[in-house]
């Protein structure tokens, strides 16, 4: 079955360090991978998205993710972290399910937690 | 700004008693949808409207019910809810299905059963 992996609940990170997220899925298919981003007590909000092209992807507030088909892997990273940068973070999948409609697979999520 | 309202953001009801959770959208988008996150899991799609049509999850327990009277609004009904059903509860929207449609969630109401 379909699955996406967080491995860390929580990852701590002193400000302007670097900080990378981890995210594995399993797929035999052609996948589309995403991350979310969720500031307490918000609605989850798209940071970036790999459908096709260039591994490298860059999304919002300095984030990028690059995917990895050889190792299954869509890690998110951040050269230097803001104590802003404090939120939840989720990764998913998009696939085609048996109804013919598509619908995201989320990871549990990780806890970004930025210290002064 | 247009965006996705959820209401209330926190919703206290009695075991078996029937709540409604509601959500409304000014993006004017096709897609509705609700998703359950329960306490340290991820969020877990329950259904979706495209326009009029109900599509629901095959694992989605028969309690839960969804209503959407028009484009701007959708509903979540738990018609006795158990106290496996605390969580939040997410709403999103989009334009369309597929994957370059950006989903847009709400900030979520929070359900506890007591």
């Known amino acids: 079955a379909q699955s996406v992996t967080q491995l860390d609940s929580q990852v701590p990170v002193f400000e302007e360090a670097p900080v990378e997220l981890r995210c594995n899925y399993s797929?035999?298919?052609?996948?589309?991978l995403f991350w979310y981003v969720q500031y307490p007590n918000q609605g989850l909000q798209l940071l970036l998205k790999?459908?096709?092209?260039?591994?490298l992807v860059k999304g919002i507030n300095g984030f990028e993710a690059e995917f990895n088909k050889s190792q299954t892997s869509f890690h998110l990273r951040k050269p230097s972290v803001h104590i802003s940068d404090t939120a939840e973070y989720f990764c998913?999948?998009?696939?085609?399910?048996?109804?013919?409609?598509?619908?995201?697979?989320f990871g549990t999520g990780t806890r970004l937690k930025v210290l002064a | 700004d247009a965006m996705v309202i959820q209401n209330p953001r926190y919703q206290v009801t009695q075991f078996g008693k029937p709540v409604t959770l509601s959500c409304s959208q000014t993006?004017?988008?096709?897609?509705m949808y609700w998703y359950q996150q329960k306490s340290s899991q991820a969020p877990k799609l329950l259904f979706h409207?495209?326009?009029?049509?109900?599509?629901n999850e095959a694992d989605t327990p028969d309690n839960f019910q969804s209503r959407r009277p028009n484009t701007s609004f959708c509903f979540l009904d738990i018609r006795s809810p158990g106290l496996g059903d605390a969580a939040m509860y997410l709403c999103?929207?989009?334009?369309?299905?597929?994957?370059?449609?950006?989903?847009?969630f709400g900030p979520g109401t929070r359900l506890t059963v007591t």
């Open positions: 999103a929207t989009s334009s369309g299905v597929g994957p370059t449609y950006e989903q847009y």
């Open positions: 797929s035999s298919v052609s996948v589309y």
């Open positions: 790999y459908l096709s092209g260039s591994t």
């Open positions: 998913a999948v998009i696939l085609l399910g048996s109804s013919g409609t598509y619908k995201y697979i």
């Open positions: 993006l004017n988008h096709n897609v």
């Open positions: 409207y495209y326009d009029k049509d109900f599509n």
